[in-house]
């Protein structure tokens, strides 16, 4: 990855840029919705996108439905 910064709207040049991971569970896949793109967005950008997701996943984790435990998804479909 390079990164340019001659300004405050500098960007960071995507060289294969990963997308966010799909974890399966909507609530935090939708959370972290906002990391993708974060690298056509203005470097100075970046530190509210990045605290906007950390919010929404700080909701999701902390709310009073609390969200599926994978492996014990994962075990209960192996489970005859």
Known sequence: MNVREPDQAATVEPEGVPAPPHTGIEQ????TAGLSGLNEVPLAQHPDRLAGVHDA????????????????????ALSP
């Open 57 to 76: 996943l700080h909701r999701v984790l902390h709310s009073d439905h609390p969200v599926p435990d994978q492996a014990a998804q994962h075990d209960q």
């Open 28 to 31: 935090i896949d939708q959370a």
